[in-house]
């Protein structure tokens, strides 16, 4: 299984960005897909999770009206809408995907991450 993330880079603050997540060696549409972003000392944190079909999305309280969650289960990929970014989204955004057949919460195959930076 590889998941591969693209679409990091370096912002300036109020602006857009879409991290992507192509995804292969997996039944795509058998899984739920989620965003995790980390800052260095800091744990992992929950972003966002698409369910298999993409009709259920869940975010963390801090991206809830910034960010949306989407998925292309004819590409395999996974996206995440980032809009009025700030300061405080700087982080590695790594992408999982836990199989529909375990809890939703529990992710099996996490990506390299992409880097994202916002300066202000």
């Given amino acids: 299984v590889q998941l591969v993330e693209s679409g990091g880079g370096l912002v300036q603050a ?34 966002a999770r698409v369910s298999w079909s993409g009709t ?16 292309d289960n004819a590409k395999n990929t996974v996206y995440l809408q980032m809009d009025t970014l700030n300061p405080e989204d700087t982080a590695v955004y790594y992408c999982a995907a836990g199989s529909v ?13 992409t880097q994202v930076t916002v300066s202000s």
């Avoid at 602006?15 to 060696?25: F, H, I, N, T």
């Avoid at 795509?28 to 000392?41: D, K, L, N």
């Avoid at 259920?56 to 998925?71: E, H, L, M, N």
């Fill in 56 to 71: 259920y999305k869940y975010y963390a309280d801090f991206v809830k009206g910034r960010f949306t969650i989407s998925r």
């Fill in 14 to 47: 109020g602006v857009s960005l879409r991290l992507s997540c192509a995804a292969s060696g997996l039944t795509f549409s058998s899984y739920t897909m989620g965003w995790f972003r980390q800052v260095p000392g800091k744990e992992r944190e929950f972003v």
């Fill in 101 to 113: 057949h375990g809890p939703p919460s529990r992710f099996d195959y996490w990506g390299q991450g």
